[in-house]
């Protein structure tokens, strides 16, 4: 008797290399891993100020290549001077001298998405921290508006006090 073949669990980047690869290859991004794996490659502190536009390559050649980045004005001279450790930081990833080059252009880069596992409730400490920065307003709807204020910075990870 025949058992019928069991279906395991495939990848999902398996089939989406086909639809994704010739998008990539058309904005200069041979290598898609570059934008998919972006804040590992170079960390999270760059990856906040750059995001990988294309990679232009000499004619005729596959390595010593032009990286286009998008970047803030605010990080450009930070990129400029890492530029190095960035890119052996890419060159190390892709395990050949890929890239020589990068060309920076100002530009929108959007802010890191916050963590979905962030705490969504304040502590009593944040509590009464809002409450003591909006006690002296008499106003009851822009106490209300700066207390959603308060609540929001005070939820969000970037506004931490370390």
Known sequence: MRHPTKSWPTRL????????KPVFKARGLMEGRIITHWSQIV????????????ITFPKGKRSE???HLSVT??????????????LEQINTFFGYKALIKLHMTHGFVPPPAI???????L????????????????DPDL????????ISLSLDPRCKKN
């Not at 004005?73 to 960035?86: V, Y």
């Open 73 to 86: 004005s605010a990080g450009s001279l930070l990129l400029h001077f890492s530029q190095d450790l960035i």
């Open 13 to 20: 980047g398996l089939y989406t290399q086909k639809i994704v």
């Open 43 to 54: 960390g999270e502190k760059f990856a906040s100020l750059a995001i990988p536009e294309k």
């Open 65 to 67: 290549g032009t990286l």
């Open 143 to 150: 106490k209300k508006c700066l207390e959603k204020l308060g």
């Open 115 to 121: 963590s979905p596992k962030a705490s969504l409730a």
């Open 123 to 138: 502590s009593q400490e944040e509590k009464e921290w809002v409450e003591t920065q909006t006690h002296h307003i008499f």
